[in-house]
Every structure is written in C-alpha cells, then in structure tokens.
C-alpha cells in the first residue's frame, strides 16, 4: 500500500524537534532600537513584496502562505523586543524610543494588512488549492487570511482601502499615545499621617516624603487600592478617588472621542452598522445584540442583590459617621465604595485584611503559586540564574514538560511597580510558540507585569488577598501561553477569541478560593504560621461578599463600551455616570472622567470588555464540571484542561475546545450560582 500523499504544510509529526532559543534580547539602547526597528521594516517589506509580485502560475503553499507565516514568526518576536521596552524599562530615553517604535511599527502593519497585490495571492492560492491537501491548522491560516483581508476591505474599491488604510494608521498611534499618557502619570497627593488614619504602618512607612514632611500618595494601584479601602478619613478618599478618575483627563478625552469616531466610520467604510458589530463578527458572541441582551439580563438579576448591599453599607456608613462624630449624607459616594465593601468583608464575614495579608508574603504565594501550576499541569520550573533581564527585580523562569523532559518554553516575572512601568498586572506574549521556518518547534516566552508592593529592609511585599487572587489570574494567561503547541504564530498561546481569552485564567483564579492551595501559598511572614482555621472558613465565605455591586460595576463599564461603540454622540463621562446611578446606584463622582483613565478602550478591548463577564460563565463551568467534583488538584484533570483548553492556542475554536473539556455544550447554571443567583428552572441557555 503506498503511502499517503503529504499535506502542504505537513510537519513530520506534532513533536517537531524544539528550539529552546531565547530570540529576545533586553540590551539595545535608544539609537540601537531606532536602527532595528527601520531594518525590521525592511526585511519584511521585502518578503510581502516576493509575495505579492508573484504570477499566478507560480502561486504555490510555499511561496505565498509559508512564505507569510515564516516571516510572521521573526517578524512578531523582534517586533516585541523593540516595543515591549515601552512599558517596562526603566530608563526614559528607551522607553521613548520604543514607543516611537511602536508607532513605525504599527504604521507599517497597517502598510502590510492593506497589500492588496498580497491578498489577491492568497485569494489565489485559495482557488488553486484543494482544502483536503492541507492540513486544518494550514487550511485554517489560509482562511482567517482572506476573512482578515476582506475585514481590512481589500475587496472594496481603492479609494476606500485608502480610507480604511489612514483610519487604521491613525487609529494605532491614538492607542498608543492614550496609554502611555497613564503610564507616564506621575501625580501624588500630599497627605499628613493623621489624614491617612486607618491605613497600617507598614504602609505609612513606605511612602516618600515632601520636602515639607508629608507624606506623597500616587495614582499607582499599590497605594490607591490599600487607601480607598483602609483610610477612615472621607476627604482624604474623595481627594485620592477624584485625581483617580480625572488622570489625564484633557488629553485623552480628546483622544477617546477622536477613537471612538474614527472606528465608526472604518466601521461604516466595511459594511457595518456599527465598530462593536465589526468587532464581534470574529468573537463567540456574533454581534451586538446578543452582547446587550446578556449584560441587561444579569443586571436584571443582579439589581436586587445588588440593593440589599447598598442598603447595609449605608447602615455601616451610618454606624461609622455617629462613631467619629461625622456628618452623615445618607447617600452612598464614589469614594466610599471600596471602604465600605471592605468593611462588609471584616464586619459580616470577619476577614480582617490588614491580619490576613500577614500570611501571604510575596515569597511564599510564588512558591505556593508556581508549585500548584507545576503539579496541576504537569509542569516543571526553573529559576535561570543571572539571565539578561531589563531590570534587576525581574526573574526568569524556565519551563520543561515533566514527563519527558522537554523545555516548553520560558516566562518573566516583574512584579513591582517602579515609575513609566505599566501600571496594572497584565501577561505579556513576547516570543510565540509555534513552528519556525526549518519545521523545529520555536519555545514560547511570556512576561508577567504586575505592580505589588516591594519589600523593603525592613517588611516584606504582603500581598492583599485579591493581589493573589490577580497573581493567579494574570499567571493564567502565563501558562496558556506557554503550554500551547499551535504551528502558525497566529494562533499561537492566547490568540483565542477576544470573549473567550480571560475563562482560562479566570478558572485558575478559584484555586485562591479553595482551602488546600490557600494552605499552600500561605504563611505568617513573622512566625511561619499557618494559615488559621477560622480565618481560612471566614476567607472563602467572604467570596460573595459585594458579588452584586461589584457585578454591576462590571456591568456599567461593558455598557459604556458598547454605548460608545454602537452609539452615536455619546459623551463617555456622562454615559459613564448615568450608567453609574441606574445601573450601580451609586453615582460618578462630579468633574471625574473614568473613561478617559480606562485603558481597555484603547488597549485592544474596544467593544469587548464585556467578555471578562462572558468568559466567567465558561471558567466557572470548567471548574465546577471538572475541577470541583473530581479535586481541584488533580493531575488527571489537570492534564485534560492542558490538553483541550490550553494546547490548541486558537487554532479550534472556543465552542470546540469546551465541548471537548466538559463532554457537553456550556451551561450558565455555575455561573450564576457563583454569584449568588438563583437558576431559574434548573436549566440555563449557554451564551
């Protein structure tokens, strides 16, 4: 029998010989990263030309979808080594340059998206070649192509590709400069100790001083989350809350309106009603509508949960003003939100923050943290002693398949803020994992950024509970990174749909609800404690405390991104406020612009910030289907959600890989259980 004909774009088997190489380098200077990045342009300008001068006889899979693919790779890594620096260096002048890069880089991929000569190739090549001849990651490369092509209108006539291609330029340099402008925020308030009254010591003392003594307070999260949740001093909240939400309130402001019109009208140019229908065409929820009717259904559920907590914050807000002699408003203000919800976690659940961050130091949750991914997934570990790092506080990782040894690919951790560093915790994908030109298998790195609490000579980092809680969820993406065997960059690691990238991380957030890895990542910094009983049983009780209010808060920002991406004129503050007052009942505080301070609207999550909501409904019913009935640190289960849900990357789809995981269709039933909801009939519809 003879043997079957090769696929195009077959490799030998799915283990191809790995590479372990580390293609990503942390020493360029400014003038280096201006240098590089005109030769990166160059170099891959020249295979997009090869590609598109082709006739249609020479058209072949080689020729024109490896061709692309292969330079996708190099392209993508050293892409990352020039503008990745933007967002963690520390020296100003490379930050600058890679931001500068950036925007050339960005300005070129618009250049490349819109090749019309390249897109007719593949449209050929789609015509010459019989599907069945490729293999389905392959077919399914050619496919998203022509899909992405006819997104950026190439089959529209020139002078609207010339529309769309200026849209798109202004559009990626208007992000960049809408985020950098909150990275680069360095306002502080200056407070006395009296004004910061209820915060702890350890705090108190880590904070710089003014030349006249006081103390200076940042926008940064380290001291703006600890602050609005412990400080008893009202003014002091409603000074910190206001600067908060009115950071760079002119400049992107301008920017946001200037966003949001611009993607209309790309939006209109392609054939769309609207920029959130464009958007969502490529997400699994299809289209706005289905969006809307999802976000309103839950905050009809969640309303009343999330009155019966209103009305116990203002007795407690009651309660607390006769205790300290203050004027009682009977109303609920922005500035009190965290303060109360935290009081409601320490008065009705008895979890006292300040005591139970005593028992998670920075050292011991990332032992805890990384042993538990290590043993649920099948893991291994090592710390790579004296690497090139861009700072002296980042650490990196190597990481082996324990069965058979196998280097799988590398992460950074850099997990205390410093100024111009990105100030949230996000994962960031820098060097794919995926097949290189020669058919060996490229390692996949990714770097975890984060802004906890350093330490000092004198206290550790403690991390708040919910901090262990964003560790575990940001580590997530991490590992789906990571453990992803895709062959294609683009489908590499989290390259998913938009409304389904948060549930793999989201999922692994509720190891920090669950007794046995709390124990483990847990321990008193000064006596090396455990973890005690009572306040473990409080812990996990806690978890739906707030669940209403908090869900709501979600709910107002999904809203206001689709307000403004399926609406015309609308102004984000006000939006944003009157969606505070119907939605959370608790209105925005006057003169504020939370939009304008709101990075996901600029950051590649327009129109799509309701997918953190989407997701969970697909996390929780991953971990109560699988994890909670068969144990939530079993390797069996461990390795099935390795296999299903992490190794595709984004070559299945997101359905696909869930009916594979839970043997059924998604259900919203533990979803809305988890947020202390009823099910209605036993039986949910899956989104």
Not at 46 to 65: I, K, N, P
Not at 301 to 320: D, S, T
Not at 351 to 365: A, R
């Amino acid at each position: 029998m003879k043997p079957p004909a090769a696929c195009a774009g077959d490799v030998l088997d799915s283990t191809s010989p790995c590479s372990i190489t580390n293609y990503l380098r942390w020493d360029l200077s400014a003038q280096q990263i201006q240098a590089l990045t005109k030769e990166l342009i160059e170099q891959t300008k020249r295979v997009y030309d090869q590609v598109g001068a082709q006739e249609f006889e020479e058209v072949s899979y080689e020729s024109t979808l490896k061709a692309l693919a292969d330079v996708e790779v190099s392209y993508t890594v050293q892409r990352n080594t020039l503008d990745f620096p933007q967002h963690v260096s520390p020296s100003k002048d490379i930050r600058t340059a890679s931001t500068e890069a950036d925007k050339q880089l960005s300005e070129f991929d618009v250049e490349m998206s819109m090749r019309q000569d390249v897109y007719q190739r593949i449209v050929w090549l789609q015509e010459k070649v019989e599907k069945d001849t490729l293999r389905p990651e392959a077919a399914r490369y050619l496919e998203r192509l022509i899909k992405l092509g006819r997104r950026n209108g190439l089959h529209l006539p020139q002078e609207t590709q010339e529309k769309i291609k200026n849209i798109k330029k202004k559009l990626s340099l208007l992000c960049i400069d809408f985020n950098k402008n909150l990275n680069e925020d360095t306002t502080f308030l200056p407070f006395t100790r009296e004004e910061l009254g209820g915060l702890p010591d350890d705090f108190l003392n880590s904070l710089e001083k003014t030349e006249e003594g006081k103390l200076k307070v940042t926008l940064k999260y380290p001291h703006y989350f600890p602050l609005l949740k412990k400080c008893h001093v009202p003014e002091t909240r409603r000074k910190v809350e206001a600067a908060f939400n009115c950071r760079c309130k002119e400049e992107n402001c301008a920017i946001l309106k200037e966003l949001v019109a611009l993607r209309a009208q790309k939006s209109s140019l392609l054939g769309f009603s609207t920029h959130a229908d464009y958007v969502l065409e490529m997400n699994m929820a299809r289209n706005s509508q289905a969006v809307a009717t999802f976000l309103d259904e839950l905050a009809r559920k969640l309303k009343p949960l999330g009155e019966q907590e209103r009305a116990v914050i203002l007795e407690l807000k009651q309660a607390e003003c006769e205790k300290r002699g203050l004027p009682f408003d009977s109303r609920i203000n922005a500035w009190d939100m965290r303060y109360y919800m935290n009081q409601v976690e320490e008065t009705r659940y008895r979890v006292d923050q300040n005591l139970l961050k005593e028992y998670f130091p920075m050292q011991v949750v990332t032992q805890g943290l990384l042993a538990i991914y290590q043993e649920l997934l099948g893991l291994s570990f090592t710390l790579e002693e004296g690497a090139n790092v861009w700072h002296e506080d980042v650490r990196l990782y190597s990481v082996q398949d324990a069965a058979s040894g196998e280097v799988i690919g590398k992460f950074y951790l850099d997990l205390y803020p410093r100024e111009g560093k990105y100030g949230h915790a996000a994962c960031f994908g820098l060097q794919p994992g995926c097949l290189r030109q020669d058919g060996s298998r490229q390692i996949a790195i990714a770097a975890m950024v984060a802004n906890f609490t350093k330490p000092t000579p004198d206290a550790p980092s403690l991390l708040q509970h919910d901090e262990v809680e964003t560790y575990f969820h940001e580590f997530g993406h991490v590992m789906h990174q990571l453990c992803s065997q895709a062959e294609f960059a683009m489908f590499s690691g989290t390259h998913v749909e938009r409304d389904f990238v948060e549930a793999p991380s989201q999922m692994l957030e509720n190891w920090v609800w669950e007794k046995e890895p709390l124990l483990r990542m847990s321990q008193h910094y000064r006596t090396g404690g455990s973890l005690p009983q009572e306040l473990l049983d409080k812990l996990i009780k806690s978890r739906q405390a707030n669940t209403g209010l908090f869900n709501l808060r979600q709910i107002v920002l999904a809203k206001v991104d689709q307000a403004l991406h399926t609406r015309t004129g609308v102004d984000p503050a006000e939006e944003y406020a009157h969606l505070c007052q119907e939605i959370l009942g608790v209105p925005a505080t006057p003169g504020t612009n939370m939009p304008a301070t709101f990075g996901h609207l600029a950051g590649g999550y327009d129109a799509q910030y309701y997918g953190y909501l989407w997701s969970e409904v697909f996390s929780m019913d991953m971990f109560h289907t699988r994890f909670k009935q068969e144990g939530v640190l079993n390797r069996k289960v461990g390795m099935d959600y390795r296999t299903n849900i992490l190794k595709p990357g984004g070559s299945e789809d997101a359905s696909a890989m869930l009916r594979l995981f839970l043997g059924r269709d998604p259900k919203q039933d533990a979803f809305l259980l988890s947020k202390g909801l009823q099910v209605e009939g036993g039986e949910v519809a899956a989104c």
